[in-house]
């Protein structure tokens, strides 16, 4: 079957500490891109890519960072440097970067910085 | 800047029907998208209108005006299935969506 993987559901993390968030898509899908998902809040663009080895900024990049040297995977790292990291995050991906296509969400990583 | 509004709450009972607004305030619009989330789980696709007028889907439809920058998700035949957070998205360039802040919708016996 198709579909967006991510890994771990939970996960949990000192303070101070950077951690990298799996995403994975077997879609094949061009466009993939990381979402911040706060209590009750809606999503938040964090990074998002429409091709390998290329990737943009979205509306809330500082302190994370992201990688696309596969067209499959679109690793997360939340760095020490992201001042409120506990939260849950969702990987999508789309079929790639015209004015629409539908995005497919993987189940989320919910991240606790202790 | 970008920014969409949705009512936070909405409350109806089973079998009723219910919409929920959509206003935005954007560039480059290309569309309005409508999401599903079931509390913890990944949001799901629902519709996408690209022009005005009404999409149908089933029990679920969707209106857009883009001289009114306006869009509602219309539920038929409400199920308790049906409980669950919406949120309306526009569609921007290369195929960015921004989220509004969700609707959450109570189905009630």
């Known amino acids: 079957d198709g579909g967006i993987t991510q890994s771990p559901k939970y996960l949990f993390r000192k303070e101070g500490q950077n951690v990298t968030l799996s995403c994975e898509q077997n879609l094949n899908h061009d466009a993939m891109y990381w979402y911040r998902q706060d209590p009750g809040q809606g999503l938040r663009l964090i990074y998002y890519?429409?091709?390998?080895?290329?990737?943009q900024k979205g509306d809330i990049a500082e302190g994370y960072s992201v990688s696309r040297e596969k067209k499959e995977s679109f690793p997360l790292t939340v760095t020490s440097a992201q001042k409120n990291p506990t939260a849950f995050y969702l990987c999508?991906?789309?079929?790639?970067?015209?004015?629409?296509?539908?995005?497919?969400f993987g189940p989320g990583t919910r991240l606790t910085v202790l | 800047g970008q920014s969409l509004e949705q009512p936070s709450e909405v409350t109806a009972v089973e079998g009723a029907i219910v919409q929920i607004n959509c206003t935005y305030q954007?560039?480059?619009?290309?569309?309005l998208s409508w999401y599903q989330q079931h509390d913890g789980g990944a949001p799901t696709f629902l519709s996408y209108n690209a022009l005005d007028g009404l999409e149908e889907t089933g029990r679920f439809s969707s209106f857009l005006s883009r001289s009114d920058s306006y869009g509602y998700l219309l539920l038929q035949e409400l199920q308790m299935k049906d409980s669950a957070s919406y949120f309306c998205?526009?569609?921007?360039?290369?195929?960015?969506?921004?989220f509004g802040q969700g609707t959450e919708l109570s189905v009630k016996p």
């Open positions: 998205a526009v569609s921007g360039q290369g195929g960015k969506l921004i």
């Open positions: 890519s429409q091709i390998v080895n290329d990737f």
């Open positions: 999508a991906s789309s079929l790639g970067e015209s004015s629409y296509n539908e995005q497919f």
């Open positions: 954007t560039s480059g619009f290309y569309g």
